[in-house]
């Protein structure tokens, strides 16, 4: 699409598709990426941005804290559903179109990445999960709470670990923002 290459995540229904960047936008710390997920979708065909869904979703999630967290499937592969639901406001960042929202690219939160990983599903491994390159990518939700909420949960390039505990300031060439978006190609 438009010179991008992107990765099939799910059909969400009524002609929505959601799909993710194959490449990480390197350099972006997730404290960046409202400003830099609208700069990228902005620089999108007219054509692509005509498709973009709205959706209702924070540009930086709520908490999950590592501790504790249960890992099913292998080593940070797939957080257990009760690992998650211990964190309930995290639990319900689920990305979907919301037609009171805005149109425009998003980062995948923990839970969707949890929800797309698995046998038969976007990521069915884990090395699958992997940014182009192997490089890592944040995801929106953040790995610590207030006052001062400093790190954030990120797949791991190479072998795909959802990782948490880099400070969101962070940025370099081994990662950075993947962006996402929900499509619908109807007229």
Do not use: C, K
């Amino acid at each position: 699409m438009a010179g991008e290459q992107y990765r099939y995540l799910e059909n969400m229904g009524s002609g929505n598709h959601m799909i993710i960047r194959n490449g990480v936008i390197t350099n972006i710390p997730l404290t960046q990426h409202e400003a830099e997920l609208n700069t990228w979708r902005q620089a999108l065909a007219p054509e692509v941005q005509a498709m973009i869904q709205p959706v209702s979703v924070p540009y930086i999630g709520p908490a999950i804290l590592d501790e504790d967290i249960v890992w099913e499937g292998g080593w940070r592969w797939i957080m257990s559903a009760s690992s998650l639901a211990q964190f309930p406001d995290a639990a319900a960042d689920i990305t979907q179109v919301d037609s009171g929202g805005t149109p425009r690219a998003f980062t995948l939160s923990v839970a969707d990445v949890v929800r797309l990983s698995g046998p038969g599903r976007a990521f069915p491994r884990r090395e699958g999960r992997v940014g182009a390159n192997d490089t890592l990518w944040w995801t929106r939700t953040l790995s610590s709470q207030s006052p001062n909420p400093d790190t954030g949960w990120f797949i791991n390039g190479g072998n795909g670990w959802l990782n948490s505990h880099w400070t969101t300031n962070l940025a370099g060439a081994h990662g950075g923002m993947r962006p996402a978006l929900i499509i619908n190609q109807a007229p």
